[in-house]
T-cell receptor
Framework: NAGVTQTPKFQVLKTGQSMTLQCAQD?????MYWYRQDPGMGLRLIYY???????DKGEVPNGYNVSRLNKREFSLRLESAAPSQTSVYFC??????????????FGPGTRLTVL | QKEVEQDPGPLSVPEGAIVSLNCTYS??????FMWYRQYSRKGPELLMY????GNKEDGRFTAQVDKSSKYISLFIRDSQPSDSATYLC????????????FGAGTTVTVRA
């Protein structure tokens, strides 16, 4: 199993450009998440999808949109990138069953720089 | 004030020392407590998972939860250079709580 995969690994954008970050999981998990991680700020939730067909805002949703394409895939879109969106983005998924049902599994991250 | 507070460090210890990490929280509904380890330029991975109050031990790692004080700890015994990483605490409320609340993370360096 590959677990949670993310593409691309690195990206540099100019202000105003758009892009989509892709995430896929092969663990048959119901819930998926997008976080951003900035120095000293920990992980902040952008959007999440509790199950296929549903999405909800997290702590910092402004400037982002998401699509839960199917049970495996959850994408994050920046419509008009801003320098404040320079960050490391992590996708995660959650099993929702078993003793450790709240455990989230993380992907390797996407390092995004907006100039 | 943040829901979960964690001292970001950094913390530097000699090899073989005991590393002590902690988090405090304000939401009394939290029942599930986790510690994640994150190596540089990698995604976080679960290290310890505990439910409610008490201690849990796994090899050199011990997690403690004191719900009455809203305080959780992680101890690393006989620390190794391979333990050098950022450690994040995370917590959630009930089984239907889909979200985790994270601390800012503490960066630990174990010197050989």
């Amino acid at each position: 199993n590959a677990g949670v995969t993310q593409t691309p690994k690195f990206q540099v954008l100019k202000t105003g450009q758009s892009m989509t970050l892709q995430c896929a999981q092969d663990m048959n998990h119901n819930s998926m998440y997008w976080y951003r991680q900035d120095p000293g700020m920990g992980l902040r939730l952008i959007y999440y999808s509790a199950s296929e067909g549903t999405t909800d805002k997290g702590e910092v949703p402004n400037g982002y949109n998401v699509s839960r394409l199917n049970k495996r895939e959850f994408s994050l879109r920046l419509e008009s990138a801003a320098p404040s969106q320079t960050s490391v983005y992590f996708c995660a998924s959650r099993t929702g069953v078993g003793l450790a049902h709240n455990e989230q599994f993380f992907g390797p991250g996407t390092r995004l720089t907006v100039l | 004030q943040k829901e979960v507070e964690q001292d970001p460090g950094p913390l530097s210890v000699p090899e073989g020392a005991i590393v002590s990490l902690n988090c405090t929280y304000s939401n009394s509904a939290f029942q599930y407590f986790m510690w994640y380890r994150q190596y540089s330029r990698k995604g976080p991975e679960l290290l310890m998972y505990t439910y409610s109050s008490g201690n849990k031990e796994d090899g050199r790692f011990t997690a403690q939860v004191d719900k009455s004080s809203k305080y959780i700890s992680l101890f690393i015994r006989d620390s190794q250079p391979s333990d050098s990483a950022t450690y994040l605490c995370a917590m959630s409320a009930g089984s239907n709580d889909y979200k985790l609340s994270f601390g800012a993370g503490t960066t630990v360096t174990v010197r050989a």
